[in-house]
């Protein structure tokens, strides 16, 4: 079985080979670990490796495996956050990924200011449509959202993430990370959110290759680094 090392430099390889295909050069995408499940040694175990930036999906799991990883990691909250879990994520996350509602935008800029930090946040866009998922319509919705954050003291909006149907193959997957780089663009122009508005968080283990191919500067990879969670 390849270690942790082994399978970075894997995709690392695939990375720069995508961002290549796309006239892009490697350092454009940034690859976030996401270490769900996995204990803290193999965080410990990627860092030495030279990874820097990890995800993780439950704010619970990550305040426990925080202490115990190596001062240097950098974390994301790529999962839902609820809003009387957002008190704890200034000090602990730099960026989070899902932002999906005035009401949450409003709890996390107050807990953020309380605690004088800065956070950087991603939109989260439902385009599949999947009443599972979480995130808002593309379109009309982000919009309002993206105003309403860009008046919150303390947040940082940077950018848009989704997840797209895991069924919908590489036609269906490919044509929403476009949709999403349309939508950054439209929202950049209609909102004035400035030029750090840049970021779209789309991909993972099974397709961040695609996404990279179709604009993605941040890639949400976990199974191809760390192996099959274990829940």
């Given at each position: 079985m390849p270690s942790i090392a082994e399978n970075l430099a894997q995709v690392r390889?695939?990375?720069?080979?995508?961002?290549?295909?796309?006239?892009?050069?490697?350092?454009?995408?940034?690859?976030?670990?996401?270490?769900?499940?996995?204990p803290a040694t193999a965080v410990a175990e990627a860092c030495a490796a030279g990874q820097v930036e990890f995800g993780e999906n439950r704010v619970q799991e990550a305040l426990e495996k925080i202490p115990q990883s190596p001062p240097g990691a950098i974390w994301h909250l790529v999962g839902h956050l609820q809003s009387n879990k957002a008190r704890f994520v200034p000090g602990a996350f730099r960026m989070v990924h899902s932002l999906d509602s005035v009401r949450l935008a409003e709890a996390l800029a107050r807990h953020a200011e309380a605690a004088g930090r800065t956070v950087e946040v991603l939109l989260q866009a439902n385009l599949s449509g999947e009443a599972s998922k979480s995130g808002v319509p593309d379109g009309a919705a982000l919009e309002p959202l993206l105003a309403a954050t860009l008046r919150?003291?303390?947040?940082?909006?940077?950018?848009?993430?989704?997840?797209?149907?895991p069924?919908?193959?590489?036609?269906?997957?490919?044509?929403a990370f476009a949709r999403l780089r349309e939508l950054l663009g439209r929202l950049r122009d209609s909102c004035g959110a400035g030029a750090d508005f840049r970021e779209l968080s789309m991909g993972m283990s099974q397709d961040y290759e695609w996404a990279i191919e179709e604009g993605a500067t941040l890639v949400r990879v976990g199974t191809a680094i760390f192996g099959v969670r274990s829940a």
């Open positions: 390889s695939r990375i720069a080979a995508a961002a290549g295909r796309s006239g892009r050069a490697a350092d454009s995408v940034r690859l976030i670990a996401v270490s769900k499940t996995h919150c003291p303390r947040l940082k909006p940077v950018g848009l993430m989704t997840i797209p149907d069924a919908g193959g590489e036609g269906r997957t490919r044509a």
